[in-house]
């Protein structure tokens, strides 16, 4: 029957569970990784097996900041930033602040390298979720910094979705 034989042609996304991954994905296979507990999707753009847990991190400084890097969590250190225990990818950059400079610009750095910059037109809110190239290396330290532009904005909050990343 031709509906039966097209049916049966209709490649799936295919499920693995094991401590390897696949050797050939498809765009969309997915891959639990007995070995992290984590459960992955391969990424043909990127050629990568993206892990669908996230991390947040959230970078932020009361009052007015101007040409100082946030701080992370709950660190009150200037020098503080997040140790990346696995490679990983930038999902989304989101932010917001009360007031302030507008436009006011931000760069998330590497080890102290700028990474990508971006600029909050609109002080009350930025999105980006288009970053599946922006790569971080194990090992590497992310931090992210508020440029000097000559005046302060209010109460920043950066949110930085990560994705674990396998190559």
Known sequence: MLVDNYIINIKSPRETISNTRPLIPSLGDKWYNTDVYRWY?????????????????????????????????????NTTGYLIGNDAIIVSITGRADSGANPKSFDLKIDGVSLYSFTMIDYKYYKDTTLDNLTILQGKTITCFCVSSGSFIVNPIINIIIAWVIF
């Open 41 to 77: 999707t391969y990424n043909a753009d990127i050629n990568a097996w993206v892990s669908e847990e996230k991390l947040s991190l959230i970078y932020s400084k009361e009052l007015g900041v101007d040409g100082s890097n946030l701080y992370i969590g709950t660190s009150r250190s």
